[in-house]
């Protein structure tokens, strides 16, 4: 069964830490692993993507890793801000479809304290 | 900031009452998608569209129904609203990412919906 599990579930960590997210799939066939950030009450923001060939992608503060292998990605913030308090969304997507079907994980809700 | 579109962000409606989602998005995207986000809860697809007069039903059994006449343009219907369809729903639209990664979907802010 294709399944996304993404850990903690939640974390609080203060304003200016570092913090990783896991995230492991079991998806076959591959094609991609996104990661989305989400405000309360918004819609999911991307934030990376990475292929099969890719093991980092970095935008700004954030920073994906990927195995393949292994079947895992990672979600490092660095210097975190308020601003950051938000879920954070693994999603990966096989090749099995036209549609390139998505599957979501439930998210790990983070909260940066002052 | 995608150019996606949901109205209305909140809605409180009664048993039994007919209701529409309004999606719009203004970034000529042809593959749209509706899901369904229960709180703490992965996102679950129930209808997704690759252009006009194109509709399927996605992976969630759902008692909406959804229309694509215009590309911009997706709403869902629900014909008789019900305590279980309390939920956020989030429409989202899709472009073709550069070759080999895949696609990129836009989300839209969400419609949070309570059914009393």
């Known amino acids: 069964k294709n399944q996304v599990e993404q850990s903690p579930q939640s974390l609080i960590i203060l304003e200016g830490k570092n913090c990783t997210l896991q995230?492991?799939?079991?998806?076959?066939?591959?094609?991609?692993l996104r990661w989305y950030k989400q405000d309360t009450g918004r819609g999911p923001v991307s934030l990376t993507i990475?292929?099969?060939?890719?093991n980092t992608k970095s935008n700004g503060r954030y920073t994906a890793t990927l195995d393949a292998d292994t079947k895992q990605s990672s979600l490092h913030i660095t210097a975190s801000q308020l601003s950051d308090s938000a879920s954070y969304i693994c999603?990966?997507?096989?090749?099995?479809?036209?549609?390139?079907?998505?599957?979501f994980g439930r998210g790990t809700q983070l909260t940066v304290w002052p | 900031e995608a150019d996606i579109y949901q109205t209305p962000r909140y809605l409180v409606i009664g048993t039994g009452k007919k209701i529409t989602l309004e999606c719009s998005q203004t970034m000529g995207h042809d593959k749209m998608y509706w899901y369904q986000q229960d709180p703490g809860m992965e996102l679950h697809l129930i209808h997704y569209s690759y252009g006009v007069n194109s509709t399927e039903k996605g992976d969630l059994s759902s008692e909406s129904t959804v229309s694509r006449i215009r590309t911009e343009h997706f709403p869902l219907t629900l014909e008789s609203a019900r305590p279980s369809h309390t939920s956020q729903y989030l429409c989202?639209?899709?472009?073709?990412?550069?070759?080999?990664?895949?696609?990129?979907?836009?989300f839209g802010p969400g419609t949070r919906l309570l059914v009393l």
């Open positions: 999603v990966v997507s096989d090749r099995g479809s036209t549609l390139g079907r998505l599957y």
């Open positions: 990475m292929t099969f060939s890719e």
């Open positions: 989202a639209s899709s472009e073709k990412a550069p070759s080999g990664s895949g696609e990129t979907q836009y």
């Open positions: 995230c492991n799939y079991t998806v076959s066939p591959f094609s991609n």
